[in-house]
């Protein structure tokens, strides 16, 4: 036959990683917003690493749901230029938290909330500044030992200090009880036949 279309041998960087999440219940507070933010810049800088990429502004954004007619609506986004690109999750929660703080409002129920990483470039052509201390090299060690571990023990094994340790104290997750077992991925979730 006739080939119509190139085959890709290796997938092309993403241009924009983003993880974004509608929350298990309304949430008010300040510091489940931030607990949810800090898990979602997690999974997007373990993305970010994975393709060897670094991000250069950080969107945060809350909203209300729109429907529930009786409530007050909010919905704001933030971007916050990063000062030099990076892959450190500890410098890209900062910058989503820094937009965080400054859309917040009290008194609305939030229903949803994410994090996209901006201007992505390959992490070898970053550019550095002269006036900055350059401790990258042990930074990138780190976060390269923080995905090793995550990985082997399961996500969320090493985590910053501002998420939620654990899964009781993640109310605003996502409710996953009528969730289709994963058979083929997950062993937990193989059926076992007893006789």
Not at 12 to 41: M, N, Y
Not at 120 to 139: F, G, I, T, V
Not at 185 to 193: E, Y
Request: proline share 5%; glycine share 4%; aromatic share 6%.
């Amino acid at each position: 036959g006739l080939s119509c279309v190139e085959l890709e041998t290796a997938p092309q960087p993403r241009k924009e990683i983003a993880c974004t999440r509608s929350f298990g219940h309304p949430v008010q507070s300040l510091r489940e917003l931030t607990q949810a933010v800090t898990d979602f810049t997690s999974r997007a800088a373990e993305k970010l690493r994975a393709q060897s990429s670094h991000a250069a502004q950080v969107l945060v954004f809350i909203h209300t749901s729109p429907h529930r007619r009786g409530e007050p609506q909010y919905s704001r986004a933030v971007t916050v230029p990063l000062r030099r690109s990076t892959a450190d999750t500890a410098l890209l929660l900062e910058a989503v938290l820094y937009g965080l703080r400054a859309i917040y409002r009290e008194g609305f129920n939030f229903a949803k909330a994410g994090v996209h990483l901006l201007e992505l470039c390959p992490a070898n052509l970053n550019q550095h500044e002269l006036d900055l201390d350059d401790a990258r090299p042990s930074r990138d060690r780190l976060m390269q030992a923080m995905d090793t571990l995550n990985h082997r023990f399961g996500r969320g094994a090493v985590q910053l200090g501002t998420a939620a340790l654990t899964s009781e104290q993640r109310e605003w997750a996502m409710r996953q009880e009528l969730k289709t077992p994963q058979y083929t991925t997950r062993l937990a979730d193989m059926p076992v036949a007893v006789s």
